[in-house]
Nanobody
Framework: QFQLVESGGGSVQPGGSLRLSCVTS????????IAWFRQAPGKEREEVSC????????SYADSVKGRFTMSRDNTKKTVYLQMNNLKPEDAGVYSC?????????????????????WGQGTQVTVSS
């Protein structure tokens, strides 16, 4: 049973930083894409970043490029999202997700990667 548990959210001022963690269990994370999504009130959920299982290639939404960094530690079964220079528009519930089907050769963002398992989310608030 795929399980993902996020932590690390909180409230920061604009320009601040947070590091989110997503601990996985029930599957061998090494072979799966993992993505971070966020959803703000009244807005659609958007994919913020993705990390592939092979070589750890990453992709980011344009709105967070240069500020967010995603990484994975397969030995700890954990992925991270380092968020720097946070802006009010970064606020929302951040969730990590994984597909049920391993597609190690697929690129992040491709149609082959469909996210099926989700964590409960962690709240990020950015305000002065």
């Amino acid at each position: 049973q795929f399980q993902l548990v996020e932590s690390g959210g909180g409230s920061v001022q604009p320009g601040g930083s947070l590091r989110l963690s997503c601990v996985t269990s029930g599957f061998t994370m090494d072979f799966y894409h993992i993505a971070w999504f966020r959803q703000a009130p009244g807005k659609e959920r958007e994919e913020v970043s993705c990390i592939s299982p092979t070589l750890g290639g990453t992709s980011y939404a344009d709105s967070v490029k240069g500020r967010f960094t995603m990484s994975r530690d397969n030995t700890k079964k954990t992925v991270y999202l380092q968020m720097n220079n946070l802006k009010p528009e970064d606020a929302g519930v951040y969730s990590c997700a994984a597909p049920f089907i391993s597609t190690p050769r697929a690129r992040c963002g491709s149609r082959e990667v469909q996210y099926d398992a989700w964590g409960q989310g962690t709240q990020v608030t950015v305000s002065s």
